[in-house]
T-cell receptor, first 116, second 112 residues
Framework: EAGVAQSPRYKIIEKRQSVAFWCNPI?????LYWYQQILGQGPKLLIQ????????DSQLPKDRFSAERLKGVDSTLKIQPAKLEDSAVYLC??????????????FGPGTRLTVL | GESVGLHLPTLSVQEGDNSIINCAYS??????FIWYKQESGKGPQFIID?????DKRQGQRVTVLLNKTVKHLSLQIAATQPGDSAVYFC???????????FGAGTRLTVKP
């Protein structure tokens, strides 16, 4: 079974520029998550999708961050415009279902973003 | 707000010794707990989980203990190996919505 794929693996941009990350979850996984992991900290949930609908985006800075999962499979996370404090690793994870026994989240390798 | 935290940010052990990584949680509504291992440049990897109706669960070389009275979680690794060197995160979860909250992590270093 192929794992969660993310691209790019690394991105360096200047502040006020825009950036987009892509995630392809494990086939058949209905739930997709985006996390932000600042160096030295644990991952923080930004947004959770169930199929193509948003379940939880309470911690997403909506003035600059947006995410979509139009066909209920791949997802993109965008930052526009980026700030210095957005420098972090952006992790995508997927699980078969939300809640219940099939809740285990499988993580991708992440995209390391550096904002200069 | 309520959060998950760890007692120790770093832990150094000798190869072959047992390791114990601790975690405190404060959300009494959490009913599911997970330990993740994260190696450099990789995403977190599931190690073991435990539901709140249990106090102990064993896997291969790993054991998770849950003490709901003091809201404490621990991960025990038997016969620690160099490949166990990584950052370990505990996470708490409420079953119905799978909203996972991670702690800050403990870096485990295994000395040969």
């Amino acid at each position: 079974e192929a794992g969660v794929a993310q691209s790019p693996r690394y991105k360096i941009i200047e502040k006020r520029q825009s950036v987009a990350f892509w995630c392809n979850p494990i086939s058949g996984h209905a739930t997709l998550y985006w996390y932000q992991q600042i160096l030295g900290q644990g991952p923080k949930l930004l947004i959770q999708f169930q199929n193509n609908g948003v379940v939880d985006d309470s911690q997403l800075p909506k003035d600059r961050f947006s995410a979509e999962r139009l066909k209920g499979v791949d997802s993109t996370l965008k930052i526009q415009p980026a700030k210095l404090e957005d420098s972090a690793v952006y992790l995508c994870a997927s699980s078969r279902l939300a809640g219940g026994p099939s809740r285990e989240q499988f993580f991708g390798p992440g995209t390391r973003l550096t904002v200069l | 707000g309520e959060s998950v935290g760890l007692h120790l940010p770093t832990l150094s052990v000798q190869e072959g010794d047992n390791s114990i990584i601790n975690c405190a949680y404060s959300n009494s509504a959490s009913d599911y707990f997970i330990w993740y291992k994260q190696e450099s440049g990789k995403g977190p990897q599931f190690i073991i989980d435990i539901r709140s109706n249990m106090d102990k669960r064993q896997g291969q070389r790993v054991t998770v203990l849950l003490n709901k009275t003091v809201k404490h979680l621990s991960l025990q690794i038997a016969a620690t190996q160099p490949g166990d060197s990584a950052v370990y995160f505990c996470a708490e979860n409420i079953m119905r919505n799978n909203d996972m909250r991670f702690g800050a992590g403990t870096r485990l270093t295994v000395k040969p």
